[in-house]
């Protein structure tokens, strides 16, 4: 999986399994929001499969989910020190994947793989879940409302949506008030001055988008 300088997460769960030397890695990828969440699942892994001999484990949180300080940390249960977990999180955070947990399950197969083994098998049991993961990007979004007249409300909405079909945002329900109308929609941050020009263009300079904060989306990503 080629390297991405953005931070993704994903869709939903994922496996993926590895035979090397008889030895079986199933590796089982989740989204998560929190460490209890990530607790669960790994408990979950453990009863779904009492008779693996090692359920290893990584773990990413970003520091907007957790609202404090980022976490990372992994789990070697019983393989020999760095071997199982840290490749495992070092191929998490090489795919820029937040958010997520990794667990390994492995049944031994009776061969020793040794250290080197060891890392290349757990990190390639993640790398195949990858291969076949839904992923989504994390992106900030600008929530942006423009106030109209009701006059302007059909030829507002019109601009609006044929705007945000050109730049990639998304146009919310318009509301109403006693004065006029309010529409809304997601762009990205570096749109804005754009979309202040747009609409002072069609509206000859009477209308003027506000922003009313910023939030964190995930899109869905393209492979």
């Given at each position: 999986?080629?390297?991405?300088?953005?931070?993704?997460?994903?869709?939903?769960?994922?496996?993926?399994?590895?035979?090397?030397?008889?030895?079986?890695?199933?590796?089982?990828?989740?989204?998560?929001?929190?460490?209890?969440?990530?607790?669960?699942?790994?408990?979950?892994?453990?009863?779904?499969?009492?008779?693996?001999?090692?359920?290893?484990?990584?773990?990413?949180?970003?520091?907007?989910?957790?609202?404090?300080?980022?976490?990372?940390?992994?789990?070697?249960?019983?393989?020999?020190?760095?071997?199982?977990?840290?490749?495992?999180?070092?191929a998490l955070l090489h795919?820029?994947?937040?958010?997520?947990?990794?667990?390994?399950?492995?049944?031994?197969?009776?061969?020793?793989?040794?250290?080197?083994?060891?890392?290349?098998?757990?990190?390639?049991?993640?790398?195949?879940a990858l291969d076949g993961?839904?992923?989504?990007?994390?992106?900030?979004?600008?929530?942006?409302?423009?106030?109209?007249?009701?006059?302007d409300v059909g030829l507002?909405?019109?601009?609006?949506?044929?705007?945000?079909?050109?730049?990639?945002?998304?146009?919310?329900?318009?509301?109403?008030?006693?004065?006029?109308?309010?529409?809304?929609?997601?762009?990205?941050?570096?749109?804005?001055?754009?979309?202040?020009?747009?609409?002072?263009?069609?509206?000859?300079?009477?209308?003027?988008?506000?922003?009313?904060?910023?939030?964190?989306?995930?899109?869905?990503?393209?492979?």
């Open positions: 999986m080629p390297h991405r300088s953005r931070a993704l997460t994903l869709a939903g769960p994922a496996e993926g399994e590895i035979i090397e030397r008889k030895s079986r890695f199933l590796a089982l990828l989740h989204p998560v929001r929190s460490i209890e969440d990530a607790d669960a699942l790994v408990r979950e892994a453990r009863s779904a499969h009492p008779d693996a001999r090692h359920h290893c484990t990584a773990l990413v949180i970003s520091e907007a989910t957790t609202g404090a300080g980022p976490v990372q940390r992994s789990s070697d249960d019983g393989e020999p020190s760095g071997t199982a977990g840290m490749p495992m999180l070092q795919a820029d994947l937040t958010d997520t947990l990794a667990v390994v399950v492995r049944w031994f197969g009776g061969v020793k793989l040794g250290a080197g083994g060891l890392v290349r098998a757990y990190t390639a049991a993640i790398e195949d993961a839904a992923l989504c990007e994390r992106v900030e979004r600008c929530e942006m409302a423009l106030d109209v007249p009701f006059t507002a909405e019109n601009a609006v949506r044929q705007w945000a079909d050109r730049q990639g945002g998304v146009v919310g329900e318009t509301t109403y008030t006693p004065q006029g109308a309010r529409l809304t929609l997601q762009i990205a941050p570096e749109l804005a001055h754009d979309l202040s020009q747009d609409v002072a263009a069609w509206s000859q300079g009477r209308l003027t988008p506000h922003e009313m904060g910023r939030r964190i989306i995930d899109v869905p990503l393209s492979r």
